[in-house]
């Protein structure tokens, strides 16, 4: 990829604050960017991801399960069902998505504000599985452009992969963006920080506020969001790409990025790539460049990048990359590594 082959959209790195009431820039409404947990696993994701991000970014909470809300203040909760029930829609997505439907009217009234809504949610059970489809459907529908980060099952558990790939493919149609991530994958690398695998979601929480920081932080986030929308309305697959390093280390960000618990995944030959690079105060455009160059690399030749850069003076010497990749060809489905 040529340096000239890509859109910049910010040219100039200042070190404008977007926070400031006196800048001319629009400051994110209050609803406006949203993290929504479906399903236990996604509920348990969705808050710790959501407490990283909090003075921005909303709360919305869907289970069958109530003591997934116990506790939860500040928060959208939808309870799945009339009769609240310990064991959710176990195994039975169709029940969980009927009630999802139910709660529209409710669901309407947040999803109306909503600009972008960041999903998560555990396949292979019944409440993740069946109401994750309806609510992405719902948001999708009132305007939002949603980002759904959905884990595959152990690969042990069959009978939960099974639903799983069912799901899947459902949530990729009615998203605009689907990122798979691998459980096994996950537990792996938990084991080797030696902690628990659910607990040890960092991963799932950085992608969330990696992107949550970047669109909160932009001084004209309409404008951003508008790229967004022209990224991930390629035809063709999507995901997202998050890292956090030293400024100097572009090609580690890179591989970073590419080692996350993602599903098996190649990024070669995609059309469209929408780069956010953010970094402290002495960043220069010679890093950036660097940053665009290693994530940029194996694209098609013709792809579309858009490439964003601003200074967050409380990175110092490190470095902020989300990469939104779309326009990938469908089945590919080659190892990260
Ligand atoms: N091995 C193992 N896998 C789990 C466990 N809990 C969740 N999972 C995995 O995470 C996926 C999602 O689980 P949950 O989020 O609990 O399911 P849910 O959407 O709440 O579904 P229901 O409880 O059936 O309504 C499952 O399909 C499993 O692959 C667990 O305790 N052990
Ligand atoms: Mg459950």
Not at 27 to 32: K, Q, V
Not at 112 to 133: D, H, K, P, Y
Request: glycine share 10%; with cysteine; hydrophobic share 45%.
């Amino acid at each position: 990829m040529l340096a000239e082959d890509i859109q910049d959209t910010s040219a100039e790195i200042d070190s404008h604050n977007p926070h400031d009431p006196s800048g001319s820039s629009r400051i994110m409404e209050e609803g406006e960017l949203l993290i929504a947990g479906i399903g236990s696993l996604g509920c348990t994701w969705a808050k710790a991801a959501q407490a990283r991000v909090s003075e921005w970014v909303d709360l919305t909470l869907v289970d069958a399960d109530e003591s997934t809300m116990d506790g939860v203040r500040h928060a959208n909760c939808l309870l799945l069902g009339d009769t609240p029930s310990e064991v959710g829609c176990a195994g039975m997505p169709q029940l969980a998505e009927s009630r999802m439907r139910t709660l529209q009217p409710i669901a309407a009234h947040f999803l109306e504000r909503a600009e972008l809504v960041l999903m998560l949610t555990g396949l292979g059970g019944g409440s993740g599985s069946g109401a994750s489809i309806e609510f992405a459907r719902q948001a999708a529908q009132a305007g939002c452009l949603v980002i759904s980060v959905a884990a595959i099952p152990f690969e042990a558990q069959s009978e939960r992969q099974k639903i799983a790939d069912a799901a899947l493919s459902r949530l990729s149609s009615v998203s605009h963006v689907c990122v798979e991530l691998s459980l096994d994958r996950m537990a792996w690398q938990a084991r080797e920080r030696g902690v628990d695998w659910q607990q040890g979601s960092a991963w799932v929480e950085e992608l969330a506020e990696g992107l949550m920081r970047t669109l909160a932080n932009v001084g004209l986030i309409n404008l951003d969001l508008m790229d967004l929308r022209a990224i991930v309305s390629k035809s063709g697959g999507s995901t997202l790409l998050v890292a956090e390093g030293h400024c100097d280390e572009a090609q580690e960000l890179y591989e970073r990025a590419r080692s996350s618990p993602l599903a098996a995944l190649s990024v070669g030959g995609a059309t469209g790539c929408l780069l956010q690079v953010e970094g402290g105060p002495h960043m220069t455009l010679k890093q950036v460049e660097a940053v665009a160059n290693a994530f940029t690399d194996g694209l098609s030749i013709d792809a579309q990048v858009i490439i964003g850069a601003r200074v967050s003076p409380d990175l110092q010497e490190r470095m902020r990359v989300v990469a939104v990749v779309s326009g990938l060809p469908r089945g590919s489905s080659e190892g990260l590594v």
